[in-house]
């Protein structure tokens, strides 16, 4: 049986290396890479739930494509969404 002796420089090295492999296993996936997104990433990517979902596709604020059960959106569709008009100047 061998004993190894750990230093506190070999801890060091393995806390960072396992908050490396924590932090690449928990980074949020990127959406916007995608061109379609499903429900449930959109959800995800704009913080809402699942209602507020069904109430942006029943207005029509929001379309969507069904696949089979699947609901897929555009992330150009979403992306046109969140950007705002700017308010008229002679609103107060």
Same mark, same amino acid.
């Given at each position: 049986?061998?004993?190894?002796?750990?230093?506190?420089?070999? +801890?060091?090295?393995?806390?960072?290396? +396992?908050?490396?492999?924590?932090?690449?296993?928990?980074?949020?996936?990127?959406?916007?890479?995608?061109?379609?997104? %499903?429900?449930?990433?959109? %959800?995800?990517?704009?913080?809402?739930?699942?209602?507020?979902?069904?109430?942006? %596709?029943?207005?029509?604020?929001?379309?969507?494509?069904?696949?089979?059960?699947?609901m897929y959106y555009s992330m150009e569709e979403i992306n046109k969404v969140l950007q705002f008009?700017?308010?008229?100047?002679?609103? %107060?």
């Amino acid at each position: 049986m061998s004993i190894e002796i750990m230093t506190k420089s070999d +801890l060091m090295d393995f806390k960072s290396d +396992l908050f490396k492999e924590l932090k690449a296993f928990l980074a949020p996936e990127k959406p916007t890479d995608k061109k379609w997104l %499903r429900s449930s990433e959109v %959800r995800k990517l704009l913080g809402i739930s699942g209602g507020t979902l069904q109430t942006l %596709r029943n207005n029509g604020t929001l379309s969507f494509t069904k696949i089979g059960g699947t609901m897929y959106y555009s992330m150009e569709e979403i992306n046109k969404v969140l950007q705002f008009p700017k308010a008229s100047s002679n609103l %107060r």
